[in-house]
Nanobody, 126 residues
Framework: QAQLVESGGGLVQAGDSLRLSCSDS??????????KAWFRQAPGKEREFVAV????????DYADSVKGRFTISRDNAKNTVYLQMNSLKPEDTAVYYC?????????????????WGQGTQVTVSS
């Protein structure tokens, strides 16, 4: 059974909004304590960091390309992490992945995360 399951992707127009969800099947204690992040991968490009929410206190950080447009949050009662994406641009088109790090600190490199979801496609048309 997949531990992280993403949903919420789709085809939208530039300027629209989407909210991605990442459901974690592990216990609530580990959900709150461990860091979660969103990455994305466009065709022909490497997977890149988008946003992170640290375990415990929940501090956040974003890639410069999405600051002011994307917001990461979590609902501890639902074991779910969200990525609210506003003012979407065609260059945001990618497969978006949720990832978990078994620590309460955070890093922005792909190799820092042990558990990955299957990804959800986001396509933004101009």
């Amino acid at each position: 059974q997949a531990q992280l399951v993403e949903s919420g992707g789709g085809l939208v127009q530039a300027g629209d909004s989407l909210r991605l969800s990442c459901s974690d099947s592990e216990s609530r204690r580990t959900f709150i304590g461990f860091t979660k992040a969103w990455f994305r991968q466009a065709p022909g490009k490497e997977r890149e960091f988008v946003a992170v929410i640290a375990g415990g206190g929940g501090s956040t950080d974003y890639a410069d390309s999405v600051k002011g447009r994307f917001t990461i949050s979590r609902d501890n009662a639902k074991n779910t992490v969200y990525l609210q994406m506003n003012s979407l641009k065609p260059e945001d088109t990618a497969v978006y992945y949720c990832a978990k790090r078994y620590s309460n600190d955070y890093v922005t490199r792909v190799s820092g995360y042990a558990i990955w979801g299957q990804g959800t496609q986001v396509t933004v048309s101009s």
